[in-house]
């Protein structure tokens, strides 16, 4: 790594943990760095010209800007969006209070339609193995249905939205949405509080987990949501204590650009970050 990446590491790693402009002497004592404070300014000043930091006063240190943490946060957490990662679920309440996060995971369990009722050919009932929904009935629909029968739900909505069945698929989104809630972890929703005040349909999204449903594993940025903000959506499997066994789940993870993510999932039990 040459000597302006790691300054550039440095000072957002350091203004992570202190959330305050950091100077070139602070610097270099912090991380032992073996060069000069005049060569750190000036390599400041060229991270500055390349968009990277600002410095919020003359007199002050400088902060990374949401450029440089968008690259950083891409980098460090890549891998968990690859990988099924085990953690301690448990311990998710206490530790998205302590770093300021909001967290939901939802269990990854198939809900399978089990059976397709018709009722006075005027509404199907379509029985999953969990719930159950009604949508009007039409012929053509109910054999399109029984072709799908025993196929889990999230199936079924990729298929609908393929053929164009916007009706069904609103259905069933819905149906997916109350089984979110009745089955999700779900903490830190206070810490949410800004982006209700600037997006009400973002907040909704997040809140009850329709992001989950809209988008694929990744780290998002200003995709949708407000700037300074940021979530990474993932897979993990944990011990359930209740069913003594062990599951998996998808997990949602939103907050400050500056919150320490890293910190936050070591505590949680992630070992590696490669």
Known sequence: MDIKNELLIGIIQEYIKNKEPIGSEFLKSQKKLEVSSATIRNY???LEKEGALFQPHISSGRIPTHLSLHSYWKNVLRSLTKNTVAM?????SNLSSMYQLYCIAIPKEDNILEDIINFKNEYLILQFSRNETIIKFSEALSRFLESLKNMNIQDIIKVANEVGAG?????????EQVDFEETSYRYGGQFLKD????????FMDLFYAKALLKYQNGIYFDN???SGYMAIIHDIHYWDNHRQTTCQARM????????DYQSFYKELGVSSFV
């Open 252 to 259: 949602m993870c939103v907050g400050s650009l500056v919150a």
């Open 88 to 92: 301690d679920i448990n311990r998710m």
């Open 44 to 46: 400041f000043k060229i």
């Open 224 to 226: 949708f949501l407000p």
């Open 195 to 202: 982006i209700i005040y600037t997006n009400t349909e973002i």
């Open 167 to 175: 009706e069904l698929k609103r259905k069933l989104l819905a149906v």
